[in-house]
C-alpha cells in the first residue's frame, strides 16, 4: 500500500515523533498508492462511497463497549476531556492536530461522566459504515448524526458482504495471522506490537472492566460486531487457521510467547 515506506519500518511515536498520526497524514499522498490507502486528515472518517470501495475495505472490528471504556480512559487524544469533547464541526481542524496540538497545555480539563460519553460514541461503527460523506464528521465527534438500529443492521450487512478481510481487535494474534494465510507474506514483529497502549502492559489480549458502564450496552454496534465475529469465524474455519496452525507465522514474526 505505501511501497516508499520500508517493510521493516514500524510506524509508531519512534519512527514518526509525538505528532505520528499528523505526520503520516501529510506525507500519506506521496509514500502511498491511493487507489488502495485512502489518505485524510480526518480520525475514523466515514466510509465515503461505499458502492467504489465494497469488496476492497480492511477492517478490524472491536467489541463496542470494549471501545467505549478505551475512548475514555485513552491518553492520547484526551477524547473525553471537557472542552475537546464538545468540539463542533468547526473544531474538526484543531481536533484532527491532536495530541501535537492540545487545546489547553496548562490547564488539565475535567472529562465528562462515563455514560454521556457512551451515549455520545453509541453506535459509532455503524455510523462510520452507513456514511458516505467523505467530509462528514469524524466518528469520534459528539456532535455527528445520531445513529438507529436500522443503520446497525445496514453496518452488518456491509461487514458481511463488503469486506476484503474481517480482524477481530480481541483475537490480534489470530486476525493476523488469518490476514496472512488469506493473502500471503510473512508475519513480522511489528505487526503484533500496541504501538498506543493505554498504559503500560496494555496489549489487544487485555480487557477493560466495562462494569464501569453499569449494565449500559451499546446494543447498536453490537449488531456490526455480531456480523464481523461471524464472517471472522467463518474464515478461521475456511482457511485452517487456530493457534496451533499459526506457530509458523508466531515464529516468523519472533513472538517469544506463543499462545
Request: glycine share 8%.
Amino acid at each position: 500500500f505505501c511501497p516508499v515506506v520500508a517493510t521493516n519500518i514500524t510506524l509508531n511515536l519512534t519512527s514518526l515523533g509525538p505528532c505520528m498520526i499528523l505526520t503520516f497524514n501529510e506525507n500519506c499522498h506521496d509514500w502511498c498508492d491511493e487507489s488502495k490507502l485512502s489518505c485524510t486528515l480526518l480520525p475514523h472518517p466515514p466510509i465515503g462511497n461505499y458502492s467504489e470501495r465494497q469488496g476492497h475495505m480492511v477492517g478490524f472490528f472491536r467489541d463496542p463497549d470494549q471501545r467505549i471504556v478505551s475512548g475514555y480512559h485513552g491518553g492520547g487524544e484526551k477524547f473525553a476531556d471537557d472542552r475537546r469533547f464538545h468540539l463542533d464541526a468547526a473544531g474538526i481542524g484543531a481536533f484532527a492536530t491532536l495530541p501535537c496540538k492540545p487545546l489547553d497545555d496548562a490547564v488539565p480539563l475535567p472529562k465528562v461522566p462515563l455514560l454521556e460519553f457512551a451515549e455520545a460514541w453509541k453506535g459509532g461503527m455503524t455510523y462510520q459504515l452507513v456514511t458516505e460523506d467523505d467530509h462528514g464528521i469524524p466518528t469520534v465527534l459528539p456532535n455527528r448524526p445520531k445513529v438507529t438500529q436500522a443503520d446497525g443492521v445496514q453496518a452488518a450487512r456491509r461487514v458481511r458482504e463488503g469486506f476484503a478481510f474481517v480482524g477481530i481487535t480481541e483475537e490480534w494474534d489470530l486476525s493476523i495471522c488469518l490476514f496472512h494465510k488469506m493473502f500471503g507474506g510473512l508475519c513480522v514483529f511489528s505487526e503484533f506490537q500496541d504501538i498506543r497502549p493505554t498504559f503500560p502492559g496494555k496489549s489487544a489480549n487485555t480487557d477493560y472492566n466495562t462494569s464501569e458502564l453499569m449494565a449500559w450496552h451499546d446494543d447498536i454496534d453490537e449488531i456490526v460486531y455480531e456480523a464481523a465475529l461471524e464472517v471472522f469465524h467463518k474464515n478461521l474455519v475456511l482457511y485452517n487457521v487456530s493457534h496451533e496452525t499459526c506457530q509458523e507465522c508466531y515464529r516468523n514474526a519472533g513472538k517469544e510467547e506463543l499462545p
